[in-house]
């Protein structure tokens, strides 16, 4: 009779312990890195809302990027279109760091102008300082 108490003790502490383990596991920082796509999306949405890419300057949406972006963030960005230069990268961080999370996205622009409308694809990726 102890024996058998002492098996399901046994069994139940195993099952206790399994369940910590993946209930942890389960919540590593996702909330964390979600925060991190909805930044970088947050942005590009703000940047083309105001027009931002209109200019096509490089330094003028850096500006706005390290304005908008959340202060414990840093981004890349790189515009790939129909507009003269054919391709158009826009940094406000040097590096990107070794080993960590890093969130990307993609969203399509249409940059309109006198002779009709540019068209090309953003693509950026967003990270913890």
Do not use: C, H
Not at 25 to 49: C, I, T
Not at 83 to 107: C, K, L, M, Q, Y
């Amino acid at each position: 009779m102890s024996l058998d108490a002492a098996v399901a003790v046994v069994l139940v502490f195993i099952f206790i312990a399994l369940s910590v383990y993946y209930v942890g596991k389960a919540n590593d920082e996702p909330l964390s890195r979600l925060q991190m796509v909805r930044a970088g999306s947050d942005v590009m949405l703000l940047l083309d809302k105001e027009d931002a890419f209109s200019s096509l300057n490089q330094d003028e949406i850096a500006k706005r990027v390290s304005a908008i972006l959340p202060p414990v963030y840093e981004m890349r960005l790189r515009i790939n279109g129909t507009f003269p230069g054919n391709v158009f990268t826009v940094e406000t961080a040097r590096d990107e760091p070794e080993g960590s999370f890093i969130a990307s996205g993609e969203r399509l622009v249409v940059i309109p102008n006198s002779t009709g409308a540019y068209y090309g694809r953003a693509r950026y990726w967003v990270w913890l300082k």
